[in-house]
């Protein structure tokens, strides 16, 4: 594990890069957090299960903090830069990581950002996309997105219950994938080993 302070457009984001272990690096991954106003960090437990679960599959993983975050400067900005944080997030990894393709990842907040970052990038091979939120109701970056999506969801999230989703799911054209996990709530409690296995075992 290597500790970082990456620029971004609002002053430092700290950041977290960890190797696989027990394989040769054969993706990128950026993963972002959730919600920085309801304590939202690279150290939540779902965040943590999502970027162990890609190392274990032989990714390279990097999380960092939004801005205004723990160590992070600046303040928070409604979603709108922190898609830059993430934008500058992702510049940094690639640059270290050029000859590779890349995943973008996300939890709850942190994958409404990354849908945002990668539909306008379209350079990710992946967006996997886990508890998106329909509590917002902006899913336009869901409808117009020509990236493969791979979407990890609870099947008890009081943010997005089970068959709003699903009809949210059927709607969108793809490439997609949906894969339902049988937990507590929106954190996947009871359920992280499940969720974790579920992350490594995606193509």
């Known amino acids: 594990m290597e500790t970082h302070m990456i620029a ?7 950041a977290l890069l960890e190797e696989p272990e027990h394989s040769a690096v054969r993706e990128a991954a950026l993963v972002c957090h959730p919600h920085p106003r309801h304590g939202g960090t690279m150290h939540n437990k779902v965040v943590y299960r ?6 274990h599959a032989g990714n390279v993983v990097l999380r960092f903090n939004f801005r ?11 979603g709108h830069g922190e898609v830059e944080d993430a934008a500058a997030a992702l510049a940094w990894l690639r ?3 050029p ?11 942190g994958s409404r950002v990354i849908l945002r970052l990668g539909c306008r990038d379209r350079g990710a091979r992946r967006l996997i996309v886990v508890g998106f939120p329909l509590v917002y109701r902006e899913t336009a970056e869901l409808r117009f997105c020509p990236l493969r ?4 969801h609870s099947n008890r999230d009081q943010f997005a219950a089970q068959p709003d989703f699903q009809a949210l799911y059927d709607s969108l054209p793809p490439p ?3 894969h339902w996990v049988d937990s507590q709530n929106h954190f996947f409690s009871g359920a992280l080993d499940e969720l974790e296995s579920v992350i490594r075992g995606l193509s």
């Not at 999502?50 to 190392?55: D, F, P, V, Y």
């Not at 999506?149 to 990890?152: A, D, K, L, N, Y």
């Open 8 to 14: 971004g457009p609002a002053g430092r984001l700290e």
């Open 50 to 55: 999502i970027a162990r679960g890609l190392r």
């Open 68 to 78: 205004g975050v723990n160590l992070s400067e600046g303040i928070y900005d409604h």
């Open 95 to 97: 640059d270290r990581y």
């Open 99 to 109: 000859d590779i393709p890349y995943t973008l990842a996300g939890f709850s907040f």
């Open 149 to 152: 999506r791979i979407f990890v």
């Open 176 to 178: 997609k994938e949906l």
